[in-house]
């Protein structure tokens, strides 16, 4: 077995073993998505404590994935130039300061300048902590690197979820706390990253020709990824609001409790959809998804909690499912010169889909909050639909893609 660390040759400054830098690569995916949901389950105090409009919150959560999409379409090959290591610690750093100015911030600005940092920091880290897995992943394995971040992608929401929820219902600091927790783990996760070993091909510091990155493949895997993306739009942005508005529980514990079980779902599905073809996986996020939406809207129309908890579940295996689709076609289609470009444009063509997908939804269920609920079940079931064909059709012919 190998030492958690090893010394470097020629030098007195030790780095983790192969296995602990997966592990501490997938950390960093973790806490890109911790900073995704944390504003979560705060957004309904800011409603209620600054009097903001819900169209105010919902451009303060679509200014992310627009700005995630933005930079990594400009950044998304930095990894692949300057080192894996170099890229995640300049994620991370700004990501603590996005959380930093959350914890921090009197007004709505303040709100938009927060998100805009943790914007930077997951365009700098997310794409090069996902091909860092794959270059630390032994045999190379696109199923494994795939299930991985489907999981870590979970643990991060699952977190988020939990604590955000606790510390709201039962700390002092509501609008602040959580943040705080954020801070810190943007600096702890940083402290192990300082340790992973350099990136060699980072010393060539070549731009990757276009006709290397798989376009076609990245074209086809963004149709699951925006499926995913959708579902993930609805729970994490308006969740809160559909159990105080519509289950009639303001319990933030017990609601970020709910929504955490949508995140554990999605690391449970990640670990089976990881395994199965990716046109299968997109099928069978297809009908959880339905399926999910089709239970919140039952729950809300009862008003049930066990309702709304089940669709949580199956909104997470849904997502999973998009996921293990998206980035088991893409991986797998990645050259080595250009994976963490690969990675981040796929990554960006779904965050550009959330970020529309999220303005459209909020203006929506201002008009109403069940009516969005059935024109989201619609759009899931046509998106998946067309996400499964796609990928069916260039598995068949390009299958080694």
Known sequence: ?????????????????????????????????????????VFPLYLEQWHLDPEEIETVFAA??????????????????IGRRRAMLLGLASLAAGSLVFALAPALPFLYAARLLQALGTACALGAATAALLEFE???????????????????????SLVSGALIEYAPLPLHLTYWVGFALALLIG??????????????AVRVPSSRVPLRSIAVGASALIGAY??????????????RDLIRTDDAALVGAVIALFAIAIG????????????????????????GLAS????????????????????????????????????????????????????ASGYSAQGVLALVLGAI???????????????????GAVSSFLIARHSSVAPSS
Request: net charge positive; with cysteine; charged share 10%.
């Open 1 to 41: 077995m190998e030492a958690p660390l090893l010394p470097r040759s020629g030098s007195g400054r030790a780095r983790w073993s192969t296995r602990a830098a997966f592990w501490v690569s997938a950390s960093v995916i973790a806490i890109c998505l911790w900073g995704s949901a944390s504003p979560s389950m």
């Open 191 to 204: 402290a192990a990253v300082v340790f992973l070993p350099d990136h060699r091909e980072a010393t060539r």
């Open 138 to 160: 032994p045999q190379r394995r696109a199923a494994r690197v795939s299930a991985t971040t489907v999981v870590a992608t979970a643990v991060g929401l699952v977190i988020a």
């Open 296 to 347: 919140l809207l039952l729950a809300s129309s009862t008003e049930s909690l066990p309702l709304f908890t089940l669709s949580s579940v199956l909104a997470g295996f849904g997502f999973a499912a998009f996921v293990a689709a998206a980035l088991g076609l893409v991986v797998a289609s990645a050259p080595a010169e250009a994976k963490a470009v690969t990675v981040s444009r796929l990554y």
């Open 365 to 383: 269920a201002d008009a109403s909050l069940p009516i969005a609920i059935v024109v989201w079940m619609i759009l899931v079931a046509a998106i």
């Open 268 to 291: 449970t599905g990640g670990l089976v959809f990881g395994r199965i073809a990716a046109a299968r996986s997109a099928l069978l996020g297809t009908v959880a998804s339905v399926l």
């Open 230 to 243: 959708a579902v993930g739009a609805l729970l994490l942005s308006l969740g809160a609001d559909i159990a």
């Open 64 to 81: 992310y994935p627009f700005t995630v999409a933005a930079l990594m379409l400009v950044l998304g090959g930095l990894s692949d130039r």
